[in-house]
Each structure stands twice: as structure tokens, then as C-alpha cells.
């Protein structure tokens, strides 16, 4: 069974500072791979999604993710926080099978 | 595009009593999910339509919970009777479906349903 874990249900940075959350899936079978960005009270909103065409994928809002195989790893970054980055963020899978598989989330936080 | 839009955004109801979430799914698009978030499960898929047709319904908790989707530009999701623990975030997402199976989800705002 496809699935997904996220290292980490609250992150805390600076204004400015790196951003990482991490993202492990398990799978026997290419994945593909997604992150979400959810902010309070709203729906879901993709930042950027794993196709298989490339291993470093470039998102909205300054975000990308790094697809490893040998780690089974899709680790999301930003190099400088925003204090409009605070929302919770979803790590999601899927294969042939069409809805996706959703991590844990992780709660981004930003200090000023 | 209007994006994704669900009714209603926020429902109160008594144990027992039945309840109706609405969707409408962005124009064009062949697919329809239907997820449900909670703080205890996170989010989870209950149900998911290709052309109007059911494909995935082993999401759906039990027989109180159905799904139906008459036309393609229309879904409910109905509980009866509802209880307490059904208490959730429901979301609706509809994606184009292709020949691969990374068409983009696209979500809705949500339906907060609050069971006295």
C-alpha cells in the first residue's frame, strides 16, 4: 500500500531562514508525488507536484522539492521564510490509483 | 473559473438528524473526490467518481455515509443519521483525469459539519 510520512507535525523558523519539511514515501512502484499548502480555515492548494520528468521540482511562492529515490525522500525548501508561509503543509502519493494518499501534515510556524 | 465550490460552509446538526454536503466541481473536469479531515485521522479519501461513476468507495466509513453524483457538474454527500463522531472537515476536489495519474486535485473551501 502506497503511503507517506511526515517527519516533523510542527516547524518552527525565523523570518528569513531556511524552510525544509520532510517528506518519506514507501512504494513499490514509481510514485507521484504532491505537496500541499493549506492555510487556516481554507482548502488545499497545490505548490507542486513529482511526474517523473525531473528530480528537482520548482513550486509557487518560492517552494521546491527534491525527488530522491535511493532515500524514498521528497523533501520540501525554501531558502527564506515569510511570514505568509505560516499554514500547514501536505506531503501526498499516489499511482495508478487517482485520490491521493495524504501525509500527517506539518505545521509550519514563522518568528519574526 | 470559479474553482471548486461547496455548500454549505459550515453545518450544525443534532445526532440523528441527516445531513447533505453539496458540490460542484470545476467545469470540464471528470473526476470528483470526496475527503474528510479530522485532527485524529488527518486527511483521508472516502469516495472518488471518474465520469460520474463510483470507482473508489472503500473510503466510506460505513452504511450511514453515501455518495451520489447525478451529472457532472453536481455531488452530495449525504449522512443519515449523523453522530457525533462524524464531526469533520469534508472536502470536495475534482481533477481532469488523463492517461496518467497526475492530474492536479483541485480543492474546494470545505464543509465544517459540527455534530451535537
Known amino acids: 500500500a502506497q503511503s507517506v510520512t511526515q517527519l516533523g507535525s510542527h516547524v518552527s523558523v525565523s523570518e528569513g531562514a531556511l524552510v525544509l519539511l520532510r517528506c518519506n514515501y514507501s512504494?513499490?512502484?514509481?510514485?507521484?508525488l504532491f505537496w500541499y499548502v493549506q492555510y487556516p480555515n481554507q482548502g488545499l492548494q497545490l505548490l507542486l507536484k513529482?511526474?517523473?520528468?525531473?528530480?528537482l521540482v520548482k513550486g509557487i511562492n518560492g517552494f521546491e522539492a527534491e525527488f530522491k529515490k535511493s532515500e524514498t525522500s521528497f523533501h520540501l525548501t525554501k531558502p527564506s521564510a515569510h511570514m505568509s508561509d505560516a499554514a500547514e503543509y501536505f506531503c501526498a502519493v499516489t499511482f495508478s490509483r487517482r485520490a491521493l494518499t495524504f501525509g500527517s501534515g506539518t505545521r509550519l510556524q514563522v518568528q519574526p | 473559473d470559479a474553482g471548486v465550490i461547496q455548500s454549505p460552509r459550515h453545518e450544525v446538526t443534532e445526532m440523528g438528524q441527516e445531513v447533505t454536503l453539496r458540490c460542484k466541481p470545476i467545469?470540464?473536469?471528470?473526476?470528483l473526490f470526496w475527503y474528510r479531515q479530522t485532527m485524529m485521522r488527518g486527511l483521508e479519501l472516502l469516495i472518488y467518481?471518474?465520469?460520474?461513476?463510483?470507482?473508489?468507495d472503500s473510503g466510506m466509513p460505513e452504511d450511514r455515509f453515501s455518495a451520489k453524483m447525478p451529472n457532472a457538474s453536481f455531488s452530495t454527500l449525504k449522512i443519515q443519521p449523523s453522530e457525533p463522531r462524524d464531526s469533520a472537515v469534508y472536502f470536495c476536489?475534482?481533477?481532469?483525469?488523463?492517461?496518467?495519474?497526475?492530474?492536479?486535485?483541485?480543492f474546494g473551501p470545505g464543509t465544517r459539519l459540527t455534530v451535537l
Open positions: 467545469s470540464g473536469h471528470n473526476s
Open positions: 513529482y511526474t517523473s520528468a525531473a528530480t
Open positions: 467518481f471518474n465520469n460520474n461513476v463510483p470507482i473508489d
Open positions: 512504494s513499490s512502484v514509481p510514485p507521484y
Open positions: 476536489a475534482s481533477s481532469l483525469a488523463t492517461s496518467g495519474s497526475t492530474d492536479t486535485q483541485y
